[in-house]
Structure formats: C-alpha cells, structure tokens
C-alpha cells in the first residue's frame, strides 16, 4: 500500500444473492484514496459502485468473498461491528444521496451532529469548546445560515440544500481521513449542486481529506475528479487520470456513457404554424398563510404566468426547486386548483371548472412524474395501472388491454410484462411505463416534470429519444419541467425560466442559450456541471 494511502481495497468480491441477476455484485475490485484526491466511480445502476462504498464502511446487508479492505493501513475487511461503529464518523464518514431519508424527522439537526460527537468522546476530548460550539462552528465552516438558528430546525424546514449542508457537517466534524460521497448532488438544481462541490472541494483542502464520489454524472466528474474509476456490472473497466478518461476514453462503455450526455447544444426551433393545444394567461397561484394573522398575505408560489404550448412542440420551464415550476405544471393540469387566471384548452377556459365538469378534459392532459416507483402502484400488475383510465372512461376491459399491448411495444417493452409488477422493473423500465400509462389516455398534451432527472446518463438519453418520437409520431404537446439546462437544450423548442414564481425570461431555445438576458438565467447556466468540457466536447 502507498503510504499516502487513507483506502486501499484489494481484489474485492461481494456475493449477490443466488436469485440475483449474476453471482457477484462486486468482481475483484480494487482501487486506492490518497490524503486530499478525489477518485470518482462512475457507471450505470447496477454497475457495483454503490455496493463498493456500502463494503467499505460495512454497511452492506451482501456477503464480502474475497479481497482486503485497508483503511490507513488497517485491515478492516472482517472487523467487529464494534470497531466499525468506532471507525465510522472518526476515520471514515458518509455522505447519502438523500438526506431526508438519512436524517432522523423528529430530531433537530443540531442535535443530529452532536448525537455523532457524545457517541466519540476520545475523538473530541483534545478539542476546545463545548460540543454545541463545535456544531455551530461546523455548521458555519459549510455555510449553513446563521448556524445557531439552524441547529434548532428539523430536517423538513430546511431547503435540500442545506439538508445535504448538514450531512456534510455531521460527516466531516471528526475529521475523517476518508469521506465517501454516494451521489451527493443528483436531486440538486445545478447552483445548489455547484455550491455542494465547491463546499466539498473547500472542506477537502482544508482538511486533506481523501474522497471516494460516487456518481454518474460526467459533468460533475469533470469539475472535481483527480481520478476516475468506470464500472459496470461489478467489474472496473478503465481507470486513470480524469483529464484521461474524459478526453481519451478507451472502453467501448465509457465511450457509451459519455456519449449520452447531454450536450448544452440547443435545438433549432421549428416553423410555429402548428395550431395552439394550451394557453395561459396570468396563472396564479396562491397558499393561504398559516399564520394565525388573517391579515399576513399568503405564500405566492405561482405569479401571474402566460405561456401558450403548441402541437408538436415542447416547451420548457426551467428553475431551482422553489420556484414555482411543478406548482405551475400542477395549476395547468388541474391537479391543484389555480387562485386566479385562464387555461384555455383548445377553446375551453379549464379553470374555474368543477371535478365534474372536469371529467371529460382530465384524459387530455396526463403528467409524467419524476418517481415512477411513486406513481405507480406497487401492489398492482403495470397492466392493470395503464388501462385503469381507460376504463374510467368506458373502455371496454379488452379493448383496453389490447391498447396497453400496443403501448409497452411503443415504448419498448415487451408486452408480456402487464402480468409484472413494478419492482421487477429497472428505473428506466418504469419511467417508459408511466410514459405507456400516460399516452394509453390518447392525450394531446403530455406534462413531463423531472421524468428524467433521477435516471442514469444512458437511460435518460433513451427515455429522451423515446418521448422525442412519441411527440412528432402524435403531434403532442409537451410541457417539460426540468433544472437540467442540458436536458433542456436537447428537448425544448422554447424555454421559460422562473424565479420565486415568475417566469423572469421566456425564448427559443438556442437564443437562450447564446444570448440570456436575465441575470438569473446566466447565474443557471455558469452553474451547469463540467459546462468546460461539455463545451469542449461539443467542439
């Protein structure tokens, strides 16, 4: 092992179950972290790489089988749970995807970190200061707003951003030799995503932390590797130097992968004779306040918006979480009722209408949601939740599965998967579900928000592809919500960007992206990940 060394793991094989799809999750891997180097491991879901870092910090439920895992020097490839508890959070830490699931609801956040703290006291017993200094002083080296307030708040009143903040604080307040960072950033909007690995790249100077970032983002590979592991299928298939790989890719799959991301190369918008399917005019949307002032003014999450969808376009609204975008894409297909103005359907004004008089209009409008595992029912066959509309509108039970055939080949699934249920999908397969569940409606307007922001880069290049072809085979409209410019600039014939619910600039697509006006907009795209080698790439 090289001195310099915080992690060296050696051959590594972790079994999969014997109902798993091969015999190993993790295929004589090996790999080494030096003292202040980020290493990436990229690769699809499924590749091994999430199970490599879950091996490392012995959280893995699977079954190490060969290899050493060495820890600045110590061999804790068997060790006791005892010592792993001792280890993690002092030497080693870890950084979750999602913290709302890794951070406790009922406890403050404050009290979360200091928790890590009373559970090492011989980590802390050389260092100044009470504990719930050391909190607010870590709180405040990420940038945390005014720490000692926000140690007082739940997980649920902070934003994303801050709830990521804090993980990286509780992981980093021991000063670990090692931090393991498994898809940080994926649910970030690029600024907050942008402000996490600068924050990770601050923290990691000033500490010479070694860090393993797991990931399948290139864009982000590009603004922070020192060096990149490629995985697929368990096994590492190229490593080097991230400058290397990036530019030089030697493995037909590293190609694939780079290949399918997308490009901030804006499309060319088309002849806009089409007929117009949705206009709206000052859409507003407003929560009531819950204070208990009747005379404080509610929350505006929506503000007096117009847009006007075509057939056969697709128009995109793009902005951070917060401002306003899904709530818009909710008023405009009647999920939620609007405060005030117009969504003219092809001639009817769709907003004032009751539930009932709704009824008929509901089949024209479907949305895609971000989380097919979510909006599909995991107690019901996928065959039963696409034809569940059209019966609700009087189809006939055989004709209706005669359609849900049809649509699982459109979307490219076999149709012999309607007696399946959806956790025997992958999450590309039941993104193209939900898609066939959309579309077995007969829309004329398909409402896409964050459809394919949580898939990989190679997946979502084909739902991508897949929604393009349904768009011009059946002249839909499409409303696609999204924070990824770079989606953007490949889908959206226009684009509308909002801010705390106002769309602050609205043009075609490639004006946009040559010539943004707004300074919110230039703020969004300086912010796109890896934008540096994108452009190059792209050259």
Not at 60 to 79: V, W, Y
Not at 312 to 331: D, F, N, Q, Y
Not at 445 to 461: F, K, M, N, P, R
């Given at each position: 092992?090289?001195?310099?060394?915080?992690?060296?793991?050696s051959?590594?094989?972790?079994?999969?179950?014997?109902?798993?799809d091969?015999?190993?999750?993790?295929?004589?891997?090996?790999?080494?972290?030096?003292?202040?180097?980020?290493?990436?491991i990229?690769?699809?879901?499924g590749s091994?790489?999430?199970?490599?870092?879950?091996?490392i910090?012995?959280?893995?439920?699977?079954?190490?089988?060969?290899?050493r895992?060495?820890?600045?020097?110590?061999?804790?490839t068997?060790?006791k749970e005892?010592?792993?508890?001792?280890?993690?959070?002092?030497?080693?830490?870890?950084?979750?995807?999602?913290?709302?699931?890794?951070?406790?609801?009922?406890?403050?956040?404050?009290?979360?970190?200091a928790?890590l703290?009373?559970?090492?006291?011989?980590?802390?017993?050389?260092?100044?200061?009470?504990v719930?200094?050391?909190?607010e002083?870590?709180?405040?080296?990420?940038?945390l707003?005014?720490?000692?307030?926000?140690?007082t708040?739940?997980?649920?009143?902070?934003?994303?951003?801050?709830?990521?903040?804090?993980?990286?604080?509780?992981?980093?307040?021991?000063?670990p030799a090692?931090?393991?960072?498994?898809?940080?950033?994926?649910?970030?909007?690029?600024t907050t995503q942008a402000?996490?690995?600068?924050?990770?790249?601050?923290?990691?100077s000033?500490?010479?932390?070694?860090?393993?970032?797991?990931?399948?983002d290139?864009?982000?590979?590009?603004?922070?590797?020192?060096?990149v592991?490629?995985?697929?299928q368990?096994?590492?298939?190229?490593?080097?130097?991230?400058?290397?790989?990036?530019?030089?890719?030697?493995?037909?799959y590293?190609k694939?992968?780079?290949?399918?991301?997308?490009?901030?190369?804006?499309?060319?918008?088309?002849?806009t004779?089409e007929?117009?399917?949705?206009?709206?005019?000052?859409?507003?949307k407003?929560?009531?306040?819950?204070?208990?002032?009747?005379?404080r003014?509610g929350h505006i999450?929506v503000?007096?918006i117009?847009?006007?969808?075509?057939?056969?376009?697709?128009?995109?609204?793009?902005?951070?979480?917060g401002s306003?975008?899904?709530?818009?894409?909710?008023?405009?297909s009647?999920?939620?009722?609007?405060t005030?103005?117009?969504?003219?359907l092809?001639?009817?004004?769709?907003?004032r209408l009751?539930a009932?008089?709704l009824?008929p209009?509901?089949?024209?409008?479907?949305?895609?949601?971000?989380?097919?595992y979510?909006?599909?029912?995991?107690?019901?066959?996928?065959?039963?939740?696409?034809?569940?509309?059209?019966?609700?509108?009087?189809?006939?039970?055989?004709?209706?599965?005669?359609?849900?055939?049809?649509?699982?080949?459109?979307?490219?699934?076999e149709p012999?998967?309607?007696?399946?249920?959806?956790?025997?999908?992958?999450?590309?397969?039941?993104?193209?579900?939900a898609?066939?569940r959309?579309?077995?409606?007969?829309?004329?307007?398909?409402?896409?928000?964050?459809a394919?922001?949580?898939?990989?880069?190679?997946?979502?290049?084909?739902?991508?592809?897949?929604?393009?072809?349904?768009?011009?085979?059946?002249?839909?409209g499409?409303?696609?919500i999204?924070?990824?410019?770079?989606?953007?600039a490949?889908?959206?014939?226009?684009?509308?960007?909002?801010?705390?619910?106002?769309i602050?600039?609205?043009a075609?697509?490639?004006?946009?992206?040559s010539?943004?006006?707004?300074e919110?907009?230039?703020?969004?795209l300086?912010?796109?990940?890896?934008?540096d080698?994108l452009?190059?790439?792209?050259?």
């Amino acid at each position: 092992m090289n001195a310099a060394s915080v992690l060296s793991v050696s051959s590594l094989s972790v079994a999969l179950p014997t109902s798993g799809d091969r015999l190993k999750a993790v295929d004589n891997v090996s790999l080494d972290v030096h003292a202040g180097e980020t290493v990436c491991i990229v690769g699809e879901s499924g590749s091994g790489k999430s199970v490599t870092a879950s091996s490392i910090m012995g959280l893995t439920p699977l079954n190490i089988t060969g290899g050493r895992i060495l820890l600045q020097g110590e061999d804790i490839t068997n060790a006791k749970e005892e010592r792993l508890r001792r280890l993690r959070g002092s030497r080693m830490s870890m950084v979750f995807q999602e913290p709302m699931t890794a951070l406790n609801p009922l406890h403050r956040v404050g009290d979360q970190v200091a928790e890590l703290l009373h559970a090492h006291p011989e980590a802390i017993s050389q260092r100044p200061g009470r504990v719930e200094e050391m909190v607010e002083q870590m709180f405040a080296d990420v940038h945390l707003p005014n720490p000692r307030v926000t140690m007082t708040r739940y997980p649920h009143q902070l934003s994303g951003g801050q709830r990521q903040r804090v993980m990286i604080a509780m992981a980093l307040i021991l000063e670990p030799a090692l931090l393991i960072a498994d898809e940080p950033t994926t649910a970030l909007d690029v600024t907050t995503q942008a402000q996490i690995l600068k924050l990770l790249r601050e923290m990691q100077s000033r500490r010479g932390t070694g860090v393993l970032f797991i990931t399948h983002d290139f864009g982000v590979v590009s603004s922070i590797a020192d060096r990149v592991i490629v995985m697929k299928q368990g096994e590492i298939v190229e490593q080097g130097g991230a400058k290397d790989v990036l530019t030089n890719p030697r493995h037909p799959y590293t190609k694939m992968l780079i290949e399918a991301v997308p490009r901030l190369m804006p499309k060319k918008a088309e002849d806009t004779a089409e007929a117009v399917v949705l206009k709206v005019d000052r859409l507003t949307k407003i929560y009531p306040s819950s204070g208990a002032s009747a005379e404080r003014e509610g929350h505006i999450a929506v503000d007096r918006i117009s847009l006007t969808l075509r057939k056969g376009r697709t128009l995109g609204i793009v902005g951070e979480s917060g401002s306003g975008k899904s709530t818009a894409a909710r008023c405009l297909s009647r999920l939620i009722d609007p405060t005030e103005g117009d969504i003219v359907l092809e001639g009817t004004n769709i907003a004032r209408l009751s539930a009932r008089q709704l009824h008929p209009f509901r089949r024209r409008i479907q949305v895609i949601f971000q989380d097919p595992y979510r909006s599909l029912n995991p107690r019901r066959l996928i065959g039963e939740s696409i034809i569940e509309g059209p019966l609700n509108f009087g189809v006939k039970r055989t004709v209706a599965l005669d359609l849900a055939r049809r649509l699982l080949k459109t979307v490219g699934i076999e149709p012999s998967a309607l007696e399946r249920y959806p956790h025997q999908f992958s999450g590309g397969q039941r993104q193209r579900i939900a898609i066939a569940r959309a579309l077995a409606m007969e829309p004329e307007i398909l409402v896409a928000d964050e459809a394919v922001s949580a898939l990989d880069v190679s997946v979502q290049a084909q739902v991508l592809t897949l929604l393009e072809e349904i768009r011009d085979r059946m002249r839909l409209g499409i409303l696609f919500i999204t924070h990824d410019l770079r989606v953007a600039a490949r889908m959206c014939d226009h684009i509308a960007v909002m801010q705390s619910g106002r769309i602050v600039e609205f043009a075609e697509c490639a004006a946009l992206f040559s010539a943004p006006k707004h300074e919110y907009t230039r703020q969004l795209l300086d912010a796109v990940p890896g934008k540096d080698w994108l452009e190059i790439q792209e050259g």
